[in-house]
């Protein structure tokens, strides 16, 4: 009796008005599930988890340093970390492409360092116009990142030995230019102090990039999904696309209301992103990105691929001198002088651990531009946290290497998993 009365209830349901397009939508929300959890699986089972690691362990800090001391979420400081991330993440962007092909770049310190101490030497001590002398101190580290390719790609020396011989090279020529004193400061009006101090606090303007940022990225979507279902290839459904920007939305607006409230939104984090977003694009979207991407999957496989290998690795070197030479610019913004710092071990640290914490693959092949700033919000959130306690460095140095080896761990269990697999 029960069974026949569900029975005519479950009819008389999908009788009513409306009830097909329930069906169909609970239809899709059910494969959409299923399409879910069987990506999920196969990402375990290959070992690759994406951005959600670093996110993770970026919410538990929050939450943690948030618990211990209420004023770490303020619009204060979060307005200062968001300026403090953009020297050292700018760095980690140039060292993903390097992690990307599977080698290592240890110079990129020392390159920061040097375009500071250039860019002071010919402005300060010489008077040569501030843009002159940015552009020289850029095409420095671009330069300087051309010859380590070069000796590495076509000479054959490991990047592991170009890179440090260049690590001492360039520190030295740092610490000639900058004298005896060891630092040469800025005026604190001039074009690269105000990198880091100019801030957009109109409330039409910052919330108007929000918008044209959530806008940008429907736009992108959109394009894409037609670009893959003209090709034949998977594309996302619309209402992925509009849940994902809805998220983007929520991101961006909340950002811009926490830093209005404080001076603005920073004019260094919107170049930063600006970066991020540019070589994110240029990774997945363009011919050269995608050899990068096969040259870190190997190496005689990307050159029976018609890669060129050589051409591949000497630009990416120059493209990690590039961006350490602006982000050394940035540290120096933030310091409103060039000095020794940056090539004192410290930078270079941060900005490799950065990119491996933030997901970039030790060993090549997997990793994203996003890895530099989810893991250098990561390491910065660290510091900015054990300032606010009180916590002496030595113990931010240690609580930094446990989350460095951790990832390092996780690096290494998913490149098992994924030779256990079939992948590698």
């Known amino acids: 009796m029960a069974v026949r009365w569900r029975e005519t209830?479950?009819?008389?349901?999908?009788?009513?008005?409306?009830?097909?397009?329930r069906r169909d939508g609970r239809r899709w929300y059910a494969g959409r599930l299923r399409a879910y959890a069987v990506a999920v699986r196969r990402r375990l089972h290959e070992g690759d988890l994406g951005p959600v690691p670093p996110l993770l362990a970026l919410a538990v800090t929050w939450i943690v340093f948030q618990?211990?001391?209420?004023?770490?979420?303020?619009?204060?400081?979060?307005s200062v970390l968001s300026v403090d991330i953009v020297g050292t993440g700018m760095i980690a962007v140039g060292i993903v492409f390097v992690l990307l092909i599977g080698e290592i770049d240890l110079s990129v310190g020392s390159l920061a360092g040097l375009a500071g101490a250039v860019f002071a030497a010919l402005n300060v001590?010489?008077?040569?116009?501030e843009w002159l002398a940015v552009i020289i101190a850029v095409n420095c580290g671009a330069a300087a990142g051309a010859i380590h390719g070069f000796f590495f790609a076509?000479?054959?020396?490991?990047?592991?030995?170009?890179?440090?011989?260049g690590l001492l090279a360039w520190n030295g020529l740092m610490l000639y230019l900058l004298g005896p004193e060891s630092s040469i400061n800025f005026s604190e009006d001039e074009l690269v102090t105000t990198l880091t101090s100019r801030y957009f606090s109109a409330a039409v303007?910052?919330?108007?990039?929000?918008?044209?940022?959530?806008?940008?990225?429907?736009?992108v979507s959109y394009h894409d999904r037609r670009r893959r279902g003209a090709a034949g290839m998977p594309y996302r459904p619309v209402r992925e696309i509009w849940a994902r920007t809805a998220l983007v939305a929520v991101v961006a607006f909340a950002t811009v209301y926490v830093l209005g409230r404080f001076e603005g939104l920073p004019l260094a984090l919107l170049i930063f992103l600006g970066v991020i977003i540019a070589s994110d694009l240029f990774l997945r979207r363009t011919p050269y990105g995608r050899q990068v991407l096969a040259l870190g999957g190997g190496v005689e496989a990307a050159r029976r691929a018609g890669v060129d290998v050589a051409r591949v690795r000497i630009s990416v070197f120059?493209?990690?001198?590039?961006?350490?030479?602006?982000?050394?610019?940035?540290?120096?913004?933030r310091l409103t002088s060039a000095t020794q710092v940056p090539g004192s071990g410290m930078l270079l640290i941060n900005a490799i651990a950065a990119a491996v914490i933030g997901g970039t693959s030790l060993f090549g092949g997997r990793g994203s531009t996003w890895s530099a700033l989810l893991g250098v919000l990561i390491i910065q959130s660290i510091a900015s946290g054990m300032a606010l306690l009180g916590v002496e460095p030595a113990v931010q140095f240690m609580i930094t290497g446990g989350v460095l080896?951790?990832?390092?761990?996780f690096d290494t269990l998913?490149?098992?998993?994924?030779?256990s697999g079939g992948r590698s």
């Open 318 to 333: 120059l493209g990690s001198g590039t961006l350490a030479a602006v982000g050394g610019l940035f540290v120096a913004s």
């Open 154 to 165: 076509k000479i054959g020396v490991p990047s592991f030995v170009v890179t440090l011989a």
């Open 414 to 419: 998913a490149r098992r998993a994924a030779e």
């Open 67 to 78: 618990s211990l001391n209420d004023n770490f979420l303020s619009p204060r400081n979060l």
């Open 9 to 21: 209830r479950a009819r008389a349901a999908d009788a009513a008005p409306g009830a097909g397009r």
């Open 125 to 129: 001590n010489l008077g040569m116009p």
């Open 405 to 409: 080896l951790t990832a390092v761990v």
């Open 205 to 219: 303007a910052i919330y108007g990039l929000a918008a044209l940022g959530t806008a940008a990225y429907l736009f």
